[in-house]
C-alpha cells in the first residue's frame, strides 16, 4: 500500500519560511520522481517544484524560483520543499506526488501517487 504523507505546513507571517516533507512508504522510493503541487480555495492543483529520482534534475514554476528549492534524501524515504521569502499568494494546500517515470514533469497527470497535503498559511 501506498502511502505518501505530507508535514511541515502551518501559520507563517509574510516573509517567513517554512519547510515540508513528504514520507512515502510502500514504493521503491528511489527510482520514483517527486512533484509538489499546491491548491489556493476554489482553484485548480498547480505545480510547484518536482525532482527526479536521483535528486540532480529539479524543476520550478516561475512564482517559485529564487525562493522554494526542492530535495529529496532517498536513504529516507523523503522530499522536502524548503520555502523563503513566503509570500500571502503562496497560501493554499500543498501535495506531494510521486510519479514512476523517473523525471519531473508539471503535468498532474503523470503522477500516479498523491498525499493528503498539508496547508500552508502566510498572514500577519
Known amino acids: 500500500q501506498v502511502q505518501l504523507v505530507e508535514s511541515g505546513g502551518g501559520l507563517v507571517q509574510p516573509g517567513g519560511s517554512l519547510r515540508l516533507s513528504c514520507a512515502a512508504s510502500?514504493?521503491?522510493?528511489?527510482?520514483?520522481?517527486m512533484g509538489w503541487f499546491l491548491q489556493a480555495p476554489g482553484k485548480e492543483r498547480e505545480f510547484v517544484a518536482g525532482i527526479d529520482w536521483s535528486g540532480i534534475s529539479t524543476y520550478y514554476v516561475d512564482s517559485a524560483k529564487g525562493r522554494f528549492t526542492i530535495s529529496r534524501d532517498n536513504a529516507k524515504n523523503t522530499v522536502y520543499l524548503q520555502m523563503n521569502s513566503l509570500k500571502p499568494e503562496d497560501t493554499a494546500v500543498y501535495y506531494c506526488?510521486?510519479?514512476?517515470?523517473?523525471?519531473?514533469?508539471?503535468?498532474?497527470?503523470?503522477?500516479?501517487?498523491w498525499g493528503q497535503g498539508t496547508q500552508v498559511t502566510v498572514s500577519s
Open positions: 506526488a510521486a510519479d514512476d517515470r523517473g523525471s519531473p514533469s508539471s503535468h498532474k497527470w503523470r503522477y500516479n501517487y
Open positions: 510502500g514504493v521503491t522510493f528511489g527510482r520514483y520522481a
